[in-house]
């Protein structure tokens, strides 16, 4: 089998794909890939907004949405998959022995004195925001 073209484009990430929408204007483009176009490192590394883009866009055409609020929905996707992926990456560094256990799943039962509350507002950390000290904080348990 041969065959022929002015410009072959291995690969279907965001390079490849802009390099074979140009070249289209000056040539038979032939674009290789793996399986699907959308089957790309690119793809996968983009998440957030790339990887809803195509589910928002439908959800904008059956619902009434306004482009702002497209918009706002895409960059509040951005911005939950980017402090996912943080708190997984502080997790992961921090070398946990469980780094799925949080307080949400902490057995409190073990010890029915300790200030469950105070355990969970130290937790949010407020106290560095209002300038006090956590160890002057009266802790009973």
Known sequence: MSLSTDFLVLGSGIAGLTFALRAAEFGEVLLVTKR???DSATNWAQGGMAAVLETRLHQAQAEPMTPIDLLSTLVSDELTRRSDRLLDRRRKEACFRDANRTLD???????????RSLIFD???????????DALSRKMRF
């Open 122 to 132: 130290l937790a949010t950390c407020a106290f560095i925001g209002k300038r006090e």
């Open 105 to 115: 799943n902490f057995d409190f039962a073990f010890n029915p004195k300790m200030n």
């Open 36 to 38: 699907e176009c959308d």
